[in-house]
T-cell receptor, first 113, second 112 residues
Framework: DPKIIQKPKYLVAVTGSEKILICEQYLGHNAMYWYRQSAKKPLEFMFSYSYQKLMDNQTASSRFQPQSSKKNHLDLQITALKPDDSATYFC????????????FGPGTRLTVL | DAKTTQPDSMESTEGETVHLPCSHATISGNEYIYWYRQVPLQGPEYVTHGLQQNTTNSMAFLAIASDRKSSTLILPHVSLRDAAVYHCILRGANYGNEKITFGAGTKLTIKP
């Protein structure tokens, strides 16, 4: 059974629209993260949450807003989508005191036309 | 965070033992060495980590030089499933900063 679920797997959106990427983890972790990977580039850290509180935000744009409705959920809302937002978005989780042992989900591949 | 240096690519054959080097000449005394790997179209996978002593688990053996300025991830009897990009990463000295900064890593190719 998958321990980290990301939905949808693939997503196509038009410029200017808004989308929500879903992430749920069933590992009992209390820290969750979002990363982004554009084509042929290294992963780029976006956000970290611990106990549903924002710990670190490395995203320059306010168009990216994480949302934590439950302790094992960390969704990512993206507004006013641009073609440059096209990337694979990975959710990860860890125990708060073992934050570098992160477990990654399968990713959501977003294409903005 | 201290910087790491890895070869861009390496190649091996199924069944062989692979040694993936990582140089971290400016590592601080309290920095851990972490290894992740990423298969195309999948999220990264935690492999192992260590501070000073060599470590081993079901995936790999991590050999850390006595001066800690370099380390080697050893993959015994590799298979095609071990083909991936391997990242050597140093954990930031500030506890609580759990941002992982991935570089280009070493692309490991396995031949049948």
């Amino acid at each position: 059974d998958p321990k980290i679920i990301q939905k949808p797997k693939y997503l196509v959106a038009v410029t200017g629209s808004e989308k929500i990427l879903i992430c749920e983890q069933y590992l009992g972790h209390n820290a969750m993260y979002w990363y982004r990977q554009s084509a042929k580039k290294p992963l780029e850290f976006m956000f970290s949450y611990s106990y549903q509180k924002l710990m670190d935000n490395q995203t320059a744009s306010s168009r990216f807003q994480p949302q934590s409705s439950k302790k094992n959920h960390l969704d990512l809302q993206i507004t006013a989508l641009k073609p440059d937002d096209s990337a694979t978005y990975f959710c990860a989780s860890s125990h708060r005191d073992r934050g570098y042992e992160q477990y990654f989900g399968p990713g959501t591949r977003l294409t903005v036309l | 965070d201290a910087k790491t240096t890895q070869p861009d690519s390496m190649e091996s054959t199924e069944g062989e033992t692979v040694h993936l080097p990582c140089s971290h000449a400016t590592i601080s005394g309290n920095e851990y060495i972490y290894w992740y790997r990423q298969v195309p179209l999948q999220g990264p996978e935690y492999v192992t980590h260590g501070l000073q002593q060599n470590t081993t688990n079901s995936m790999a053996f991590l050999a850390i030089a006595s001066d800690r300025k370099s380390s080697t991830l050893i993959l015994p009897h590799v298979s095609l499933r071990d083909a991936a990009v391997y990242h050597c990463i140093l954990r930031g000295a500030n506890y609580g900063n759990e941002k992982i900064t991935f570089g280009a890593g070493t692309k490991l190719t396995i031949k049948p």
